[in-house]
T-cell receptor
Framework: AQSVAQPEDQVNVAEGNPLTVKCTYS??????LFWYVQYPNRGLQFLLK??????LVKGSYGFEAEFNKSQTSFHLKKPSALVSDSALYFC?????????????FGAGTRLAVHP | KAGVTQTPRYLIKTRGQQVTLSCSPI?????VSWYQQTPGQGLQFLFEYFSETQRNKGNFPGRFSGRQFSNSRSEMNVSTLELGDSALYLC?????????????FGPGTRLTVL
């Protein structure tokens, strides 16, 4: 069965410092991995995805993520956090075995960036 | 290009009633998926439609149903509402059914069941 784990409920970072939001996954077959962000009372916004190729993918708002097949991880990173990055972040996976348009989401990690 | 729109944005119903939520995908997108978001269960997949056909279904009771029209607009229906159906219902659209396509989400419909 497919699953996604986000081990931290909340991540606290000072503005200007680098941030990492962790994600590990479990699927059979090759995974398609995604990061989404949700602001209060809003839907999810797409940040970036890994399909194939380069393990480091760059996305919106200066975010990037590194795919690590051996560790089955897809951590979200940003070199310098902004207060406006404070939001709820979701990692998601889909694979051919799970049905391509069935996204399996992690529980979410709340990012709090302090001035 | 307009984003995914969902109507209504907020709904209050009582137990036993039924409700219909509507979703208009981004122009040109033919796949629509629905998700339920609750504090306890997180984001859970409900179903996916493509070309008016349900292609995938999550683990929800038969009270939850949906359909897609020829213009790709989609509706979901929940009958015999229960308190536990209170949630944010999110619709997402994508160009097709390729696993590589990202889904674009609407703002959601907040359903409260009293």
């Amino acid at each position: 069965a497919q699953s996604v784990a986000q081990p931290e409920d909340q991540v606290n970072v000072a503005e200007g410092n680098p941030l990492t939001v962790k994600c590990t996954y479990s699927v059979s077959g090759n995974p398609y991995l995604f990061w989404y962000v949700q602001y209060p009372n809003r839907g999810l916004q797409f940040l970036l995805k890994y399909i194939t190729g380069d393990n480091l993918v760059k996305g919106s708002y200066g975010f990037e993520a590194e795919f690590n097949k051996s560790q089955t991880s897809f951590h979200l990173k940003k070199p310098s956090a902004l207060v406006s990055d404070s939001a709820l972040y979701f990692c998601a996976v889909r694979s051919k075995s799970g049905g391509y348009n069935k996204l399996i989401f992690g529980a979410g990690t709340r990012l709090a960036v302090h001035p | 290009k307009a984003g995914v729109t969902q109507t209504p944005r907020y709904l209050i119903k009582t137990r036993g009633q039924q409700v219909t939520l509507s979703c208009s995908p981004i122009s040109g997108h033919r796949s629509v998926s629905w998700y339920q978001q609750t504090p306890g269960q997180g984001l859970q997949f409900l179903f996916e439609y493509f070309s008016e056909t349900q292609r995938n279904k999550g683990n929800f009771p038969g009270r939850f149903s949906g359909r897609q029209f020829s213009n790709s607009r989609s509706e979901m229906n929940v009958s015999t509402l229960e308190l536990g159906d209170s949630a944010l219902y999110l619709c997402a659209s994508s160009v097709g059914t390729s696993g590589a396509d990202e889904q674009f989400f609407g703002p959601g419909t907040r359903l409260t069941v009293l």
